[in-house]
């Protein structure tokens, strides 16, 4: 026996010898490869799997898991093409200062943009090849009038609105901006040009007027770019950090995979299980509109249905071990009804609600979170557009070139919607009563949210959209934040720890599994949504897209 076993040590003795003797040194350098969306969380979809599409959420856990290793010292950060708004990137900028805390942080960059010194804006060292291309400007924006090619070709809108600044269908009645709408584009861009400059100089450490020149140097190249200190070096990666194709496994093996929902539903069942308190993350995305939510299709964007988020928010409720709950906001806006609706579970909760804006949460985006206990956002966020309006199309002369007649009978207030006719005088005196009342309750609701006077409201209201700087100045906002914070507010809030998990509420669907898909032969109606027969709480801006 004694001699077994002292074989048996020899030989494990040899197999440690022989296993560090051919073992790789251990790596100190990670790699992470920055590109995408950057949903919240992604689903199990054939797209999602396809795309590789890598979530918000499983991106902080693996910088999380990065900064909290003692073998890695060193990150570099490759940045690839981002399909993400200026407040996702903002959110993307705070997980990179998170691990430049904790870690020598490395970005190397392919187009040295505002945007991506934003993004890189608290790493140690911000790099790009000679080659990058260079773009530094200011934020911009345009937009479409089709009011005269509309009309030349007999299609007219009719509309009804409360707010001088509450233009979303004017891109569908009129030829060019109106002063109202410029006035408002314009001090958005002057504060998320404000904003931008500010955050890039705290993170770097220098005075924002010299970040602020940045954007009118006419850099044309990455040297340039390295002698006025825009970045600090010209590199291409491989000068940065050197892995060969071995070592470069193991470096890798630091970059996490990704956490799909699956996942995070087995260890919420566990945590479940375990009893321990928890918060709930509900999430508002696209149109909000009446019914079940509808995924994004090749031929439509996402919709919010109002039945899935109160039924999410009820479970939340419902649920024993939920102490708070987050409202993730990116929403435009849509239906006053299927606002109002979810508005109602927040204002009801006994728990306390947080709401985290996204890139857009204005006009019913910002009504649904208006009765949360605190709102936060980013500097970019775009939100407000406090007004209420009706539109429909009318096609009275198109019809009549093309020989089409309609006839009508019974009650013509019941035709009030149809696209052949314009609406009479006594309609338009009834929508616009309507109109009133909507934007009335719209201001109540955001009065007792944000615990301010009605009159107070309606002069920050009126339609008008705020930057979430401004938001914070006039009251609309708590504090600046994004999801992540959002988050740890709601923790504190409901005195849990930081390590309190999180869940995401899923009940069983109403119908079947097609429900959600969009029907067909919606037609122009479909197109249109949410205008229609519904009283809108909208920011429907075809084109709008803040460039820089």
Known sequence: MAELTDHLASVLRTISDTARAGSRPRPDWAVVDLRGGYPEHTSLSLRSLLAGTESFEALHTKLERLGASDRISHVLVRVGTLTVGAATLDALADLLAGLAARKHVVASLPTISAGTLLLTRSVQEVTAPPSAGVLLTGPATERSYLGGFLGSHGIGFETERIGRYKSAASTFTDESMDDAEREQLQAYLDTFREEWAARVAAGRGLQPDRVAGWLSADLVNAEQAAA?????????????????????????????????????????????????????????????????????????????????????????????????????????????????????????????????????????????????????????????????????????????????????????????????????????????????????????????????????????????????????????????????????????????????????????????????????????????????????????????????
């Not at 609701?445 to 002069?459: N, P």
Request: glycine residues 10%.
């Open 228 to 548: 006025a200190g825009v970045i600090h070096r010209v590199a291409y990666d491989d000068e940065i950090v050197q892995i060969d194709p071995a070592a470069r496994v193991g470096a890798l093996e630091y970059v996490l995979p990704r956490i799909d929902r699956a996942a995070s539903r087995s260890r919420g069942l566990i945590r479940r299980a375990a009893g321990a308190d928890r918060v709930a993350v509900v999430r508002v995305e696209g149109a909000i509109v009446t019914g079940l939510s509808r995924p994004a299709t090749p031929f439509s964007p996402p919709a919010c249905g109002s039945d899935t988020v109160v039924a999410q928010l009820r479970a939340a409720k419902a649920d024993r071990a939920t102490k708070a709950i987050v409202l993730s906001v990116n929403s435009g806006g849509g239906s006053a009804l299927a606002s109002d609706l979810i508005s109602r579970e927040i204002a009801t909760a006994e728990v306390p609600v947080v709401a985290a804006m996204d890139d857009v949460a204005a006009s019913g985006g910002y009504y649904v979170a208006a009765r949360a206990r605190e709102i936060i956002a980013s500097p970019f966020t775009l939100t407000g557009s406090i007004g209420v309006i009706v539109a429909r199309p009318v096609l009275r002369e198109l019809l009549q070139r093309h020989g089409i007649v309609i006839d009508r009978l019974g009650d013509d207030r019941a035709l009030m919607f149809s696209a052949a006719r314009e609406l009479t005088d006594a309609e338009r005196t009834f929508l616009h009563a309507m109109v009133v009342d909507v934007y009335t309750r719209f201001v109540d609701e955001v009065a007792a949210g944000r615990h301010r006077d009605h009159a107070e409201i309606d002069a920050i209201g009126q339609g008008r959209i705020w930057s979430g700087a401004d938001a914070l100045r006039v009251g609309l906002i708590d504090r600046f934040g994004d999801r992540t914070t959002a988050v740890e507010r709601a923790r504190e809030l409901a005195g849990l720890p930081a390590s309190a998990p999180v869940w995401r509420p899923s009940p069983r669907p109403h119908r079947g599994p097609l429900a959600a898909v969009p029907e067909l032969g919606r037609g122009v109606e479909g197109l249109l949504e949410p205008f229609g027969q519904e009283k809108v709480l909208t920011l429907l801006r075809p084109g709008l897209r803040v460039r820089w």
